[in-house]
């Protein structure tokens, strides 16, 4: 399934971070550039885009019971202070479906997946741990899959002058044949799938921003299947393995679609 901007798990509103130089953050044993929010992205010339809006998701498949993953069964379990669990919105829970909201994460929980979601870079550390804790204690979930996704909203550099209000998509793939069909044709997204250098199943894809202050939305979905014998088990390696390689890699394929979308 594409990941579109409408597929992603339910979001919730960007946190507030301040642009300074990229800080460095140590994360299974890679080192990974972090940009932070308004800081231009670097490459062999001038900077072209500036980053808007950054996110994770971190997403399971399997049967799981959705009516456990409360925000007081996080407290009790001390995933969550008390007053964070006190002060989480509850927007929906019923039997097969709950999904709420703390300053930092968003939770979606159903009988056949859960998902967990931030838009806080600060945070993106702490939402593996917090993930990989869950399915330490809920050891025996039968879980199938498991997916690392990362988004990203950019807008063009001031430095462009006229060009900051388009996007270059003829250089990544052709538009002309269109106009035999449709006047002023115009992409609404690519999606690519295929492996990383790992050999990781990827995709990979890019459109127009949804939000009014970007023009460029990219994302990076990483998708593994789960040991039958040990799933939960192979939850926590992947996610302590694959951590730095999935940020490297979304990096890159970021810089190079940017750089392609530049005319």
């Known amino acids: 399934m594409p990941l579109t901007q409408s597929q992603m798990p339910l979001l919730f509103s960007k946190s507030a971070c301040q642009a300074g130089v990229p800080s460095r953050k140590h994360t299974s044993d890679h080192e990974v550039t972090v940009l932070s929010l308004g800081e231009p992205l670097k490459s062999e010339g001038d900077s072209k885009w500036i980053l808007e809006d950054v996110g994770l ?56 997946s859960l998902s967990m979601t931030t838009h806080n870079q600060a945070f993106e550390l702490t ?75 990827s995709l990979v894809s890019v459109e127009p921003s949804s939000r009014t202050d970007a023009l460029v939305y990219v994302g990076c979905r990483y998708d593994w299947s789960l040991d039958a014998e040990a799933p939960t088990d192979d939850v926590l390696r992947i996610l302590k393995d694959e951590w730095g390689e999935t940020r490297q890699h979304a990096d890159r394929a970021a810089n190079w679609l940017l750089e392609a979308l530049t005319s």
């Open 127 to 201: 939402l593996r741990d917090l993930f990989m804790s869950i399915f330490r204690l809920l050891r025996h979930t039968p879980v199938h899959g498991l997916s690392i996704s990362r988004f990203t909203h950019w807008r063009t550099s001031p430095m462009l002058g006229e060009q900051k209000s388009r996007a270059a998509w003829e250089n990544l793939l052709p538009i002309d044949p269109w106009e035999a069909v449709l006047g002023g044709p115009l992409p609404v997204g690519v999606a690519v799938q295929g492996t990383t250098p790992g050999g990781v199943t």
């Open 57 to 112: 998701a971190l997403t399971v498949a399997g049967t799981l019971n959705p009516g456990i993953l409360h925000p007081q069964w996080f407290a009790r379990e001390g995933l969550l202070r008390p007053s964070e669990a006190a002060d989480a919105k509850v927007e929906l829970a019923a039997d097969d479906y709950l999904l709420f909201r703390t300053r930092d994460f968003t939770t979606e929980a159903s009988r056949d």
